[in-house]
C-alpha cells in the first residue's frame, strides 16, 4: 500500500491542499494553512467496487409528511432566526468572535426551552460548572431545568448522551471537543470535524438537537466554525462590535426556515435583552440632518430594516487614497464610485472615502446602493438629505436604476418610524397608496440633478 501522503489543511473553511502555501485559494486567507495527518488511510479509500454493502432503501418523491414540529424558546428574536422554533434532531452551528456573548446567548435560549418542556443538556468544555452556574445566577436563570456538565471528552460526553436522551444539547465549544480517536490537538482541523461528525451523526440517528458553539479564529493553528459549516442543518452566526451594545443574531444557512433572516439583541447588565423593533434602535443614533448620513430601507430575512449609511469624504495626502469600509461590501462600494465617477462625471480622486452602518449592523442588499451613492454624494458636497427621507434601489453598472424587492414593505416600516419621503427606482411597485411621497427615478444621473443640483 502506498504511503499516505502528507495532507495540508486550511484553518479557515477547510479546503485540503497538497502543499503548503501561504495564502489558501480557496477563500484567500493567509497562514491559514497547517499540517495534519490524513484522515483516512485504510484499503477502503483504494476502490470499494460493489461487492459487500447493503442495498439501500429507495423511494418516490411524493410524500405527504407533515411540516416538522417546533418548539419554541419564547425569545422571539432566536426563534425567528431558527426559522420559527427548533425543530427535533436538528444540528445548528453558532459562530462568532470570543467575547461576544454566545456563551450567554445560549444559556437564556437553553433555559426558556427548558421551561417549555425539553429536556436540555449544556456541556461546557470552557468553563467550569460553577462558572456556567454564577452567570446563570447572573441572568436569574439558576431555577431552570437545565443539566450542566463540563467535560471535553467526546466519548464521555456521547455515552452520557445515550444514557440521558435529552431532546437538546448545547456543546459550548466544539473546538474544545477531543476525540480520543484521532491523533491530534485539540482544536485543530481534523478534531473539529470528527468531533461535529459524531455530534452530528449522533443527533440525526438519536433524534437529539444539537448546537454547537464555535469560536471564530483570528489565527493560524485553531480552525474556524466554517470548518463544519457544511455537516449542520443551521448555520448562525453572532456579530457586534466591541463597544456597542447591540448584537444581531444571523441566519446564513436554514435547512428549515429563510436564510439570511436576523435577530436583534441588546447586551445589558442582565443578559441579552431582545430587541423588538431594530430600525428604531438604528436610528436612534441619528443627529440633525448631517452631511453624508442617508437611511436605507432594507429587508433582513423577512422583515423591514431601516439603517443609517454615514459616509466621510475628505481631502487625501496619499498617493492611492483611503476607503475605509464597515458594515458594507467593500466591492461594492468601488463599484458605486467607478459608476459615479464615469457615469455621473464625478470624480473621488484625491479624497479619502470612509463609510460606515450606524449601530454595527451589516448591510450587504443589493438594494443599499442608492443609499450608498446618496451618503457618499451628500458627504462630498456637503449637504445634508431631508431627514424625512428613505432611499432604496440597485444601481446598474449604466447607472440606471433597478428596483427592488418588497417595495410596499420597506415604505411601510419607513411611514411607521416617521418618514414622508422616499427615493426608489422607476418601475418600483406600489400598489394602494402608501402615506409616503414616493419620487421613481430613472437613473443615477437624475438623481444627482434632483437631489444636488445640476450634477
Ligand atoms: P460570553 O457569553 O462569555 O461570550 P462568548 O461565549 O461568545 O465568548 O459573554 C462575554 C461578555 O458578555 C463579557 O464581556 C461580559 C458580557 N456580559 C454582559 O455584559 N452581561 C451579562 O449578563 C453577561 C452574562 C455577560
Ligand atoms: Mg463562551
Known amino acids: 500500500m502506498a504511503k499516505a501522503s502528507p ?50 432503501e429507495l423511494s418516490t418523491l411524493a410524500a405527504d409528511e407533515a411540516p416538522p414540529p ?77 443539566q450542566l456538565g463540563a467535560e471535553t471528552n467526546l466519548r464521555n460526553i456521547l455515552t452520557t448522551l445515550e444514557a440521558e436522551r435529552p431532546d437538546l444539547v448545547v456543546i459550548d465549544s466544539i473546538q474544545t471537543m477531543w476525540a480520543d480517536m484521532v491523533e491530534a490537538a485539540p482544536g485543530s482541523v481534523s478534531q473539529v470535524r470528527a468531533a461535529a461528525h459524531e455530534l ?62 436576523i435577530g436583534v439583541f441588546e447586551m445589558t447588565g442582565a443578559g441579552l435583552a431582545e430587541v423588538a423593533n431594530p430600525s428604531a434602535l438604528f436610528l436612534s443614533e441619528r443627529g440633525q440632518a448631517a452631511p453624508g448620513s442617508a437611511v436605507f430601507a432594507g429587508i433582513e430575512g423577512t422583515r423591514p430594516v431601516l439603517t443609517e449609511i454615514q459616509a466621510l469624504v475628505a481631502p487625501s495626502s496619499l ?6 469600509v464597515v458594515g458594507l461590501d467593500s466591492g461594492r462600494v468601488s463599484t458605486i464610485l467607478a459608476v459615479l465617477e464615469s457615469r455621473c462625471g464625478i470624480p473621488f480622486t484625491g479624497l479619502d472615502v470612509f463609510l460606515n452602518v450606524a449601530g454595527g449592523m451589516k448591510v450587504l442588499e443589493p438594494a443599499a446602493d442608492l443609499a450608498l451613492a446618496a451618503s457618499l454624494l451628500s458627504a462630498r458636497e456637503d449637504v445634508a438629505l431631508p431627514p424625512d427621507l428613505v432611499i432604496f434601489g440597485e444601481i446598474s453598472l449604466s447607472a440606471a436604476l433597478r428596483p427592488v424587492g418588497q417595495a410596499e414593505n ?46
Open 200 to 261: 452530528v451523526t449522533f443527533a440525526k440517528t438519536r433524534g437529539v438537537s444539537v448546537i454547537l458553539v464555535g469560536h471564530v479564529t483570528k489565527e493560524g493553528q485553531i480552525a474556524g466554525p466554517r470548518v463544519v459549516e457544511h455537516m449542520v442543518d443551521t448555520v448562525l452566526y453572532f456579530e457586534g462590535e466591541r463597544g456597542h451594545q447591540f448584537r444581531i443574531l444571523r441566519a446564513v444557512k436554514n435547512r428549515f426556515g429563510p436564510a439570511s433572516e
Open 7 to 56: 495532507q495540508f489543511t486550511c484553518t479557515e473553511c477547510g479546503a485540503a491542499h497538497k502543499k503548503w502555501a501561504g495564502k489558501c485559494d480557496a477563500c484567500g486567507a493567509w497562514n491559514s494553512i497547517v499540517e495534519e495527518a490524513p484522515l483516512s488511510t485504510g484499503p477502503a479509500s483504494k476502490t470499494l467496487g460493489a461487492a459487500k454493502g447493503r442495498r439501500i
Open 70 to 146: 417546533r418548539t419554541r424558546s419564547g425569545m422571539t428574536e432566536f426563534d425567528r432566526v431558527l426559522g420559527g422554533g427548533l425543530v427535533p434532531a436538528s444540528a445548528i452551528l453558532v459562530g462568532g468572535d470570543p467575547g461576544i456573548g454566545k456563551s450567554t446567548l445560549l444559556l437564556q435560549a437553553v433555559a426558556n426551552f427548558a421551561r417549555s418542556g425539553l429536556k436540555c443538556l449544556y456541556i461546557s468544555g470552557e468553563e467550569a460548572s460553577a462558572q456556567v452556574r454564577m452567570r446563570a445566577a447572573r441572568l436569574g436563570l439558576s431555577e431552570a431545568p437545565v
Open 410 to 455: 420597506r415604505l411601510k416600516e419607513a411611514e411607521k418610524l416617521g418618514f414622508s419621503q422616499a427615493v426608489a427606482p422607476q418601475g418600483t411597485k406600489v400598489e394602494g397608496g402608501a402615506g409616503m411621497r414616493l419620487r421613481k427615478l430613472p437613473d443615477l444621473v437624475t438623481f444627482v440633478g434632483d437631489m444636488f443640483g445640476a450634477g
Open 319 to 324: 498617493a492611492s487614497p483611503r476607503r475605509t
